[in-house]
């Protein structure tokens, strides 16, 4: 068997050591003679597991005692709708900051809810940055501020919180959770879809702040309204167990790794070997403001668009999978998560290297 070096942006490349453990306890779970595929979710076997999953995700993240973890479905799209279905709190309008794509995502969603104030911008160079704090026009009366933590199409992180005053920070962190250490205390609520930096799709995790629960729109839609989910420890209705299992696993594997601070160190070791090594070549190119990259998803162009097809054939050879780029942006996407060595971004750099040689000029 061999493993690819897979750089996909989501579904995303999960630990090895996860995927063995979970190979080995497929057939029978902890001697119980089921796979935690065929259990109950209601039955103690995976109600320990839930709840240790909950348990290590809160001491990765140092996660207050005033915030609930919610293990839901429908994505961290569906929490584009959720977010001003329960925030909105009796207010009639939400600040919100636009930087790519999927910002652009959760704006369009919550416009038939509220007025969406866009209070910062990067449109105006391609969403090519982070805008800074001073540009933002908050609005005291605003019932929440959103915004993108990492933009994962376009590469582009907030390496810093934002300053929201006394109105609710919200966001999305379904592309960078769980790659640095977190002040969870900053943030009203903290969403983000599985799939890139936690486990399967198919699980999407919110952490709320306790006073923002219960205040949704008159008779919202029962799956709709976080109090639901809050009130019944996310098994209203059947969770997506075994991606709840696979991401328990996950933070069990962080844990064992040194935690967050030791990922983060990790994290950045790697995105500067990629960054550094594009910054020096004349072959191929990163459109992000330094400041502000993505240490997640590391989008790049070559010289040539003509030689894409044939960088990513050579790549594939090499055992390098899912390089190429978000269907909008074109070129090339590396998406170097928690899960991805510093081996495999060598490999790549090693491999862009002697392709630029043969091709540059
Ligand atoms: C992938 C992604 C989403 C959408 O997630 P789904 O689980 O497909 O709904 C939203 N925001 C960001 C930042 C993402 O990377």
Not at 124 to 137: H, R
Not at 254 to 273: C, D, P, W
Not at 317 to 322: D, F, I, L, T, Y
Request: hydrophobic share 40%.
């Amino acid at each position: 068997m061999s493993r690819a070096i897979n750089f996909s942006a989501g579904p995303a490349a999960l630990p090895a050591e996860v995927l063995s453990q979970a190979a080995e306890e497929m057939l029978d779970w902890h001697g119980c003679g089921q796979s935690v595929m065929e259990m109950s979710h209601r039955g103690k076997e995976f109600i320990s597991i839930a709840e240790a999953a909950e348990a290590d995700l809160r001491e990765l993240l140092a996660i207050p005692a005033n915030y609930k973890v919610l293990f839901l479905q429908g994505g961290a799209t569906l929490q584009f709708e959720m977010i001003p279905i329960n925030l909105l709190c009796g207010k009639t309008s939400a600040d919100y900051v636009s930087t790519g794509e999927w910002a652009k995502k959760a704006i369009k969603e919550a416009r038939p809810f509220c007025d969406v104030n866009v209070i910062a911008s990067s449109e105006d160079k391609n969403f090519s940055y982070a805008p800074g704090q001073s540009t933002w026009k908050l609005n005291k009366k605003a019932a929440y501020v959103h915004y993108t933590a990492n933009e994962t199409i376009g590469g582009v992180e907030f390496h810093w919180v934002p300053e929201v005053g006394d109105v609710p920070l919200v966001c999305d962190m379904s592309s960078n959770i769980l790659s640095k250490p977190v002040d969870v205390a900053k943030y009203g609520l903290i969403y983000a879809g599985a799939q890139k930096n936690i486990g399967p799709a198919g699980l999407t995790i919110v952490i709320v702040r306790d006073d923002l629960i219960g205040k949704a729109v008159p008779t919202p839609p029962t799956m709709l309204d976080y109090k639901t989910h809050a009130d019944n420890d996310s098994m209203f209705n059947t969770p997506p167990t075994y991606a709840i299992y696979i991401a328990g696993l996950v933070f069990k594997w962080l844990k064992r790794h040194g935690g967050l601070a030791a990922m983060q160190k990790k994290n950045i070791e790697k995105a500067n070997f990629l960054y550094n090594y594009i910054d020096q070549s004349k072959f191929f190119h990163n459109p992000v403001r330094v400041t502000d990259r993505s240490r997640m998803n590391v989008p790049f162009t070559l010289q040539d668009e003509a030689l894409d097809e044939e960088f990513l054939k050579g790549a594939k050879a090499r055992g390098m999978v899912q390089l190429k780029g978000h269907r909008s942006v074109g070129g090339m996407r590396a998406s170097i998560y928690n899960a991805m060595p510093i081996e495999g971004v060598q490999a790549l750099v090693d491999y862009m290297r002697e392709f630029e040689i043969k091709h540059g000029n």
